[in-house]
């Protein structure tokens, strides 16, 4: 019996402390209010970076350049969208007399049933070369 009351015993001064320690923390509570409100809105700032360290960071989305090849073929002859282009500076070069770093702008509109490519270079010179 003497190791039963024992027991009982330390169990009820275990249990003690954690009572006294509940009636502190209310009554520190209730007497700093000020500090209380403090202590939350630390706690929430805290709780707010740890969700935004928790957050996946985003991938930055890479741009992808289009890559364009055009062919133009007809009646045995064959034309990539770089032979046209070097022919128009060309014309633009020694036909217009202008030079190369001046050419901003070229629209080059193709008609294989004429043999010709009509071109609207830097918006307001225009014309034709065979092809």
């Known amino acids: 019996m003497d190791t039963k009351t024992e027991e009982i015993k330390a169990e009820e001064k275990v249990a003690e402390p954690k009572a006294t320690e509940a009636k502190d923390v209310e009554v520190k509570a209730a007497g700093t209010k000020k ?32 890559k364009c090849e055009m062919h133009i073929q007809y009646a045995g002859k064959s034309y990539s969208q770089e032979d046209l282009v070097k022919i128009a500076k060309d014309v633009w070069k020694y036909d217009l007399k202008r030079k ?32």
């Open 35 to 66: 500090a209380a409100v403090k202590k939350t809105a630390v706690k929430t700032e805290t709780a707010k970076k740890e969700t935004v360290k928790k957050a996946p960071a985003k991938t930055v989305a890479k741009k992808v350049e289009q």
């Open 100 to 131: 190369v770093g001046e050419l901003s702008e070229v629209e080059l509109y193709v008609k294989p049933e004429e043999n010709k490519v009509y071109y609207v270079m830097n918006g307001e010179f225009t014309g034709s070369f065979d092809i």
